[in-house]
Each structure stands twice: as structure tokens, then as C-alpha cells.
């Protein structure tokens, strides 16, 4: 079996094979993997006994549930209005300069995808952003390079901590 | 019933409760404009065209979706109404391809046909199109899905999610991004659609349509080298005339005939003579099961055996129970039957190259077309059948070539390959080969009719569900003495969803049945994915009656007495299930994935 | 930063660990006497709809069935909105002994919070009040259990019946109504489905009496209400104040001095400018209260630096891609709204176009499945009547 297929039995028996797990599971693979491939819908709706389409229209109803491979952390900057008219637009240039990519984009190594998404329910301290699940706010292109320098340093850390 | 007394349009109405506005208004004979509903499917309330006021209520209501309350006023025509409901309609058309002149729906759209009444004029809103990245899927033989025609309606969906169960269509994405598609958005011949054509026979628009081969055939009629031979399925001269300008349930058989001759078709024949022909086939296949399990006890025979006329079903199979392929009789359909001795007995009595014949054939059905194409329907060497249409597309054929059609006169089958029995004709209808099998099977084993009275199979007739008939057999033959006392348990049922049913309990071991009649649509073929567009309930029953009073005017009743079948045995087959047979008539099928 | 004369209520913020006394007081109350607290106190749904409380809880216990649920909407999504991620920050407990009570009420066994994804750094801390909460649930024998159900990025999930077809592993799509949840909501069981504030708020209730709720606040709107103040504005923060103060009293506590408009209630909310801040009341319309403005708490200041085109815009935009898609109006309207604004911007369209897209918004108002569409017209038309000149080319 693959690592998708023990990936997926594990969180159908961990959350029921109802109608009522699918999204559960979805989020659970998201979690896992960071985006659901096709390999991975069709084993939850094999799992499910439910059609693959039906796996594929649920999931990409939902914004957080990727159906296009993204980076080990996904940035998400909030774009709407509070953060907006605070300087949303200079966070993302400075993403984009740091990590050398545009919006909607995946660095070549595979660690950072940068998105816009919509509001955080952070306004009154925006510009906000959430790096996987945790938000940053209160953003200014300083803070925000020394918020992803943080997140290289570690990466960059893990690497050499595997190759020993 | 308690009754729940209303104001429609200042008319008082008592109506039953639990109705829907719209409902309510259509026995006050007041038409409320629809598109997302469908007497057939379930409501979903969301294209918003029919909505209504309701008087004291700021917000309207939308009539498919909302039921009757007691003292309720309700205007469907006011100002408030008529403004919102244009809005709406000019919001659908901007973002769909309003190329109508070159619309293949042109004339046949419900979109189209509001954006008139409603004078959706040129003072409108933007227009979206340019914007979207819309794509057309041609990939499948049977179904064209043109994104850019689609209003989300959702017709489709809940058609091939709740009447079919298969779930080869979704919902996909959110807001601007919606669609329907497929899974991944892979093309329609990839996924598990059935290619049955019930989303195309709801779709209001261009969206989903047949994948036509008019202009093929038009081409091959006018090629002097080329002998053009027509088959035409049960179900079609049943519901042909509703295209032409009749109302459902009128019998045009002799007139479409007629018109297959003026459209320059050199031989006009019959499915109906290969229906008998099936019966011989799959009747003695389904004896030959039964002695197999019955007196030899082989365990490698099947039961239940189910039919396998209908290509929606097969495929359904394929995907969804593999395991039960076994299960489905190896007869080819009747369609295919035909093709096989089309360019081999018929080439050869008329002694003209199969080379040099096409072979057409006329279908209430989208799935034929892909049955057609398969790669295994070429067991003489050539293609069974080469060119398939569709109820709609000959009635189209049929108003190019500016035929009259109500003003023809009767005209016959060529001969031969164009006599049937009435057994033949009920094909068309759910239960009616069951019925034919019956009437067949039981008097070749007991040598006497079935004890129905006018051979009338009754139980296994009409739209219920799933139908269920046991006939004991008794007073054997001494050939068949091992079904004496037998109770031959049949099932019979429509549209997939219903199949599914009973696939499932006969997988659990719940159901014990020797025979099963699965048509893939509703009401069986004259309900098919290539018949005429409306199709309701109430157009079904009426095109079964029609069918079923076609077999009781038939003069023969009964496949195996069907002369011109008789004859094909002596010259041609020598006996059913034999060498000949099982070469031309009998095929394989493809285990398939369902994901 | 903070202003001198601001009047901060504490009810909700306020430490108070007594939902075990607050249950065993409940526990023994038959339940018409609770409800009728809840419809006493005029406590009405604080996600914005405000549907009076009380009534909820009645309806969903005289509803036929013996399987029932109580539900927190915690999918806060509305821009501008974030008062329900700090109750559920500081005070969660007394969301869930709402809940308790509620489920005491109607007879339901299990609730669910419907957490929204941007906050799933919530879930650790939550799921540590949860384990507490049913301690106590043993302890005053209460059978009634709590699950955190998580979403996923999808605004009309707030929308109380998309909600339910979400945790039914569906796509978030607003159901037809009625059926209403009291009669047939998640798992088509009667559901009491009540925003985090609200069931803080009962917990105020339960514990001081409906007396001392309804002396706060106004006709048609009592008590306190949390407000989630952004924007423009100096002290941009979590609010809890009393209810029915008017406008222009609101942004001479929070403005900057140069306020020019105010979004009362968030995308789908109401945009008043400032010849209006002092003929406007933030409350539920009733007939007493003149014109005033509901709100799930969003208020958003703009000064006079702000293109209100922008703001209007950045609206549409996010109704464009949050619309779940079904219905017409909201699903097309939305699109024609936001290229309808841009065209008349760049001279594309005349701008008597913006009259057209005034009674389309109109439209999409009537003819909406649910109130994501129903209420786009609210900021659309609120925007363009009042500042036009800055639609226009």
C-alpha cells in the first residue's frame, strides 16, 4: 500500500467511513500532505463509498482544501479591506522578494507557497497573515522578513540535522 | 389530505398540502417559469427564475421551492416579479455563450425561449464570457459537455447523482468558479459516465448535448458507391412524432418508414427482427444456465443472469460491479445483432460488398453510440455499425430534408429483417424483455403459452421501481423435466439508481432471482437519453401505452414465431448458441474502474 | 491608546468560573421558565440576523423528535468581524455552559462548535475547555457532550443551513427554507444553531437574571453587545458596549477625527457617511428606534484619505469568490456588480450604468436563496448612493 492509501484508511477509521467524515478526512490529508491529489480523493471516495466526483466537488468548494500540490508552509495573506488599507500589498512584495516568487506561487525547494486569502478575523491588527495554522498580525515588511528568515533559518536547520 | 386554501393571482385555490407553490399554480393552469426544475428530479431552487411575490412579504419566494401555506396570496406576475425575473434571466444569459444561430439547442433551448418571452434585449448587462477559461469536452462518443453554454442549473447533477446514482458529474469550485464537472475536470469518456444521456435529455441548454453523426450520414447516403442499411429501435417510432409536431403516445411506424426511404436509404429495416433474435439467444442462454446449475450443478454458472440490451447498463457494470460481469448475458444487444448479420447474411444474400455497406442505425439512446465504437463489435471483420443517431438527430434529419412528415402515408419494413413479432416491440418499454423472454422461454419448455392472459405479462409492466414475477413452471417437456415445479423468480427494473438497489441486495444475498431486466433509463428505452426533450412521467406513460398497444395489434405475438427469424436459423445460424452465434452475436465486456 | 469618556461594559470579558452553580440553578427550572428568562431579557442573535433567542430555544423544544442539537457558529467570517475569536480566547467556558443549558432545554445530547479554519489555533486550548466542560457535565448529570467540528475556508459556511450541509460532508450550499433549523437542521433534527456571543450573553443572563440584560441597551435592541472596531481609527480593538448608542457618538469614541464613513455590520452590512453618523442608531430595526442598523459587531471607520471605490471594490471582490455559486442572483450579480463598478470607472459604461446595477443589487436582494446574496445590496447601493462622485470616471 502506499503511504496515500495508509494515510487515508487511517483517518476513515479514526473518523468513521460516513458521509459526514469527508471533510475530516480531507483535512486531515491537507494536513498531512498540504494538498490532496487524485490518487488521494479517489482512495477517500473508495473509502467512503461515495464517487470520486463527489470528493473533488466537495473539496474544492473549500478554500484550505488544496487540490494543487503547495509547499511544506503555505503563507496565506489576508486581502481583504482592513488589511488592505493598511499595506497588504507591501507584505506581499516583501514575501515575494524574499522568498523569490510571485503570488500564488511555490518556491523551487518545495517549502513556502505564498496565497492571498480572505479575511482572518484579525482586522484590528492588520495586515495579517497566517503561516500554516498561525497568524501573524500586526505585519510590516520588517517584521514579515524576519518572520520567513525564521522559518529558512529552521528549514535550513532541519536539512543539515538530516543529512547527519 | 388536508387541503391548504391559498390566492394565487387573485384566484382563491384549495390544494392539497405539501405542494409547492409552482405546483399549486399549474392546477390553476397559471404557468410559472422554471429552469433549474424538473418534474424528475429533485428541487434544488436554484436558477431563481420562478420566483413569485407573496403579498406583505418584502423578499419573493421562489414557487419550485416553497410549499403552500394557508391564507397565502401569491402574485406570479407583478411588477416586482416580472423586474426580478428578467434580471435574473439577463444575469444567465451573460454568462452563457449566446451564440445561439450557431447553437446546436437553437430552437430547443429553454434559456433561449425565456430570454425571448422576457425581451432580453441589447441593453444588458457585460458580458462574462470573454472572461472565463470555458472548455468544451468532444472526447466522448456518445455526450458533448460545452462549458460555456451552462447556466448551473444542476439538472445534470442531480440527475446523474439521484435518478442514475453514478456521480460521474458534480458540483465543482465556488462563487465566480463554479461548474459543473467532471472528476478533476477529466473528460467525460475518462470518468465513470455511462454515457446513458440522461443529463442531455434534462439539460436546458446547449451544455450537454448528443454527439451528432448527421452530417456523417447525410455524406454516406449521397456516396453512389456506398449501400446505406437502417435499423430503427423499438422505442423510437413511439416518440419520434412528438419532435414532428405530435402529442406523446402516437404509433408512427408506417410514416417513419416512409420518411427513412425519402431520406435515400436503400434497404429500411427493423431492430425489432433482432430483438426476436435476442430472445432466441438469451432465452436459450438463460435455460441453459439453469439446466448448468440445476441438473449439473456446475459452480461456474451464473445466476442471476441479467439482460444486456441496454449499453448504459453494461457500462454501469463495468464500473460499478465487475464481479457480476459473469452475471450479464453475452448476447450482444439487439442493436449489434443486427449490425453482425447486416455485413454478413444480409451482404451476402443481397450480394453486395460489406465493404460497401453502411450500416445506420436509429436510437432512443446516447450510449449506443459509444456501443457502437467499441473496439470488440467488429467480430465479422467489419464494424457492426457504423453510424448511430439518435431519435432527435433523424427527426432533424427529417425536417432538413423538408419532409412533411404528419401528411405521409403508411409504408412497410423492406423485407427481410424487417418482420417482428410484438414481443419485439415491447423492448422499448421497462419489463417488456422480460416479457418477450417469457413468453418465449415458457413455451419452449412446457410447450404452451404463458399462463397470462393475452400473453400479458402484467406484473412486470409499468414505472414501479422494482418489479418482481415468479412463474412456476409446470407440465415439462420431457427435455426440461428438470425445471418442472421450478418457480422461475424474475426482476425487472429501470434507471440506475433503481439497478443499484437491486444489484445491492443481490450482493448481500438478500434477493434470490434466476433473471434480471435492468434498463439504464427511466422507464426503460423510451425513456433514453436520445429521445425526444421534454420527458416527464407523464410523456413516459404514455409512449408505454403506445408500445404496448403496438405488440397487442401485432398479428404475431411471440419471438420464436417470428418467420423471417425461424428462417435466419435454417439458412444462416443453424441453432441458437451455436458456432455462427456466439462469432456474431454473442461478445465479451471490459472489467472498468469505478474510480 | 484609549479615550477618557468611553463606556466599556464587562459582562462578557469579565472571569467568572460559576457555570457549575449557573447549571445546577438551571437544572431545576422547568423549561419554560428558562426560556421565558431568555425571551424577557430580549436577548436577540448576535451573528447579525437577530432572531430573538428565546424564541429559538422554544421553538427547537416544542419541535417533534427526540434527537436534537445545539450548535455555536463559530465560523466568524464576515470582514471586519472578530469579537468571536476573542470569547472563544478568554471565555470559552461560557459559550459551552450556554450551550449546556440550551441542550437542557431542547433535549439535545450532543452539540458541535463549528470552528472556522483561519482559527484552528484555537482547537488545543478549546479542546482543554471541552475536557473540563465534561467533568462538569458528570458532575450535575447532565447527558451532553461537545465536538469541535473544524471548517475549511469558506465564508457562507456562516450561514446557518450551509453550515449543516457542511458538517454533513457536503459542499457549503444554503438549504431552501423553510424547513427552519428549529425544525429540521443538521441531520435535518430540530437545531438550535446560536452564534458564540449569543450563548456568552445567556451565560450573563442565567447568572444575573434577564432583568439587569434588559436595562442595558434600548427598545428592539438590549443589552450589551462586542463590537469589532477597524479601520480608521486609533484604538482598533474588541469593544463590549451598551446598545443603541448612536453614530456620531460611536466615531467621536473611536474616529480619528477625520471619519467620512462608517461600515456598520461588514461587507454585508451598511455603509453610512458622515452627514448621517448623528441620524443613526447601531441596533436591531424596530419601531422605536428610528433608523438604525443591525450588526454582528463590525464596524469599520474610513477617513477622508479613502477612495470609497476601493472599499467598495474590495467588497465585491470577496462576494465574487465567497458566494457558494448556486443561485443566480448572487452567483452572476455579484460578478456584474464588480465589472459593472470597474467599467463605469474607466469610463467603459456611462454611469446611469451604475443605476442598472443599482436595482440589479436590488434584485439580487429579493431573489437571493440566502443572506450572503440578500445582503450584498446593503454595502452596494449604501456606497454608491452616497458617494457617487467617487464611482464615477
Known sequence: MTQITNLVKSLADRHGRYNESLLPILQGVVDENKFLSEEAMVEIARELDISAARVYGTASFYSFLNTEPMGKHVIRVCKTITCMMHGKNHIIQEIEKTLKIKLGETTHDGKFTLVETNCLGQCHKGPAMLINDTPYTNLTPEKTREILQSFIENEALSSTTNLN | MNKVNLVIDHIEVSVAQGLNILEAAKQLKIRIPTLCYHEDLCVAGNCRVCVVEQVGSDRLLPACATPVAEGMEILTNSLKVRNARKSVIDLLVSEHRAECTRCYKNGECELQSLSSEYLIGEDTYIDLVPLKNYSIDYFSPSIIKDDSKCIRCQRCVRTCDYLQDIGALTVAHKGKDMKISSFFEKPMYEVVCTNCGQCVNRCPTGALIERNYIDEVWTAINDPKKHLVVQTAPAVRIALGEVLGMKPGNIVTGKMVAALRRLGFDSVLDTDFTADLTIIEEGNELLKRLKGALVDNNPDVNLPMTTSCSPGWIKYVEHMYPEYLPNVSTAKSPQQMFGALVKTYYAKKVKIDPENIVSVSIMPCTAKKYEANRPEMQASGYRDVDLVLTTREFARMIKQAGINFEALENEEFDSFMGTSSGAAVIFGASGGVMEAALRTAYEIVTGKEVPFDGLNITPVRGMEEVKEATIKIENTLPDWSFLEGVELKTCVTHSLANAKKVMDSVKKGEAQYHFIEVMACPGGCLGGGGQPIPTNLEIRRERSKAIYQEDAGKPIRKSHENPEVVKLYDEFLKEPLGNKSHELLHTSYVRRNRY | ?393
Not at chain 3, 470569547?87 to 450532543?110: D, N, R, S, Y
Not at chain 3, 457562507?156 to 428549529?182: Q, V
Not at chain 3, 455603509?271 to 430595526?285: A, E
Not at chain 3, 431573489?367 to 458617494?387: D, Y
Request: glycine share 10%; aromatic share 10%.
Open chain 3, 1 to 393: 491608546m484609549s479615550k477618557k469618556n468611553l463606556k466599556r461594559l464587562d459582562l462578557i470579558f469579565k472571569n467568572e468560573y460559576d457555570g457549575e452553580h449557573i447549571l445546577m440553578k438551571t437544572m431545576e427550572k422547568p423549561n419554560q421558565e428558562i426560556v421565558n428568562e431568555l425571551i424577557i431579557s430580549g436577548l436577540k442573535g448576535r451573528g447579525g440576523a437577530g432572531y430573538p433567542t428565546g424564541l429559538k430555544w422554544k421553538l427547537a423544544s416544542e419541535a417533534a423528535g427526540d434527537i436534537k442539537y445545539v450548535i455555536c457558529n463559530a465560523d466568524e467570517g464576515e470582514p471586519g468581524t472578530f469579537k468571536d475569536r476573542e470569547i472563544l480566547t478568554q471565555v470559552p467556558h461560557k459559550v459551552l455552559i450556554g450551550m449546556a443549558v440550551c441542550a437542557k432545554v431542547i433535549g439535545a445530547h450532543e452539540g458541535f462548535i463549528y470552528l472556522r479554519g483561519e482559527y484552528k489555533f484555537l482547537m488545543d486550548s478549546l479542546l482543554e475547555v471541552i475536557d473540563d466542560f465534561h467533568v462538569l457535565m458528570n458532575k450535575v448529570g447532565l447527558d451532553f457532550r461537545v465536538k469541535i467540528f473544524k471548517g475549511s475556508g469558506a465564508y457562507i459556511c456562516g450561514e446557518e443551513s450551509a453550515l449543516f450541509e457542511s458538517m454533513e460532508g457536503h459542499r457549503g450550499e444554503p438549504r431552501n427554507k423553510p424547513p427552519y433549523p428549529t425544525q429540521a437542521g443538521y441531520r435535518n433534527m430540530p437545531t438550535v444553531i446560536n452564534n458564540v456571543e449569543t450563548l456568552a450573553h445567556t451565560y450573563s443572563i442565567f447568572k444575573y437574571g434577564s432583568e439587569k440584560f434588559r436595562d442595558l441597551g434600548v427598545q428592539d435592541s438590549r443589552g450589551s453587545k462586542v463590537f469589532s472596531v477597524s479601520g480608521d481609527t486609533p484604538i482598533p480593538g474588541i469593544y463590549e458596549l451598551e446598545f443603541g448608542m448612536s453614530l456620531q457618538k460611536f466615531v467621536e469614541d473611536f474616529g480619528d477625527g477625520d471619519s467620512k464613513a462608517v461600515q456598520v455590520g461588514g461587507a454585508s452590512g451598511f455603509c453610512v457617511p458622515r452627514k448621517r453618523f448623528d441620524k443613526t442608531m447601531i441596533g436591531y430595526q424596530g419601531k422605536l428606534t428610528g433608523v438604525s442598523l443591525p450588526t454582528g459587531g463590525s464596524m469599520m471607520i474610513f477617513n477622508s484619505s479613502r477612495s470609497m471605490y476601493n472599499v467598495l471594490h474590495n467588497y465585491l471582490e470577496f462576494f465574487v469568490e465567497e458566494s457558494c455559486g448556486q443561485c443566480t442572483p448572487c452567483r452572476v450579480g455579484t460578478q456584474q456588480l464588480l465589472l459593472g463598478i470597474e467599467a463605469v470607472k474607466k469610463g467603459q459604461r456611462p454611469s446611469d450604468y451604475l443605476d442598472k446595477l443599482l436595482s440589479l443589487a436590488e434584485n439580487m436582494r429579493v431573489t437571493s436563496k440566502c443572506g450572503l446574496g440578500q445582503s450584498v445590496a446593503n454595502s452596494f447601493s449604501s456606497i454608491v448612493e452616497n458617494f457617487k462622485e467617487e464611482m464615477i470616471y
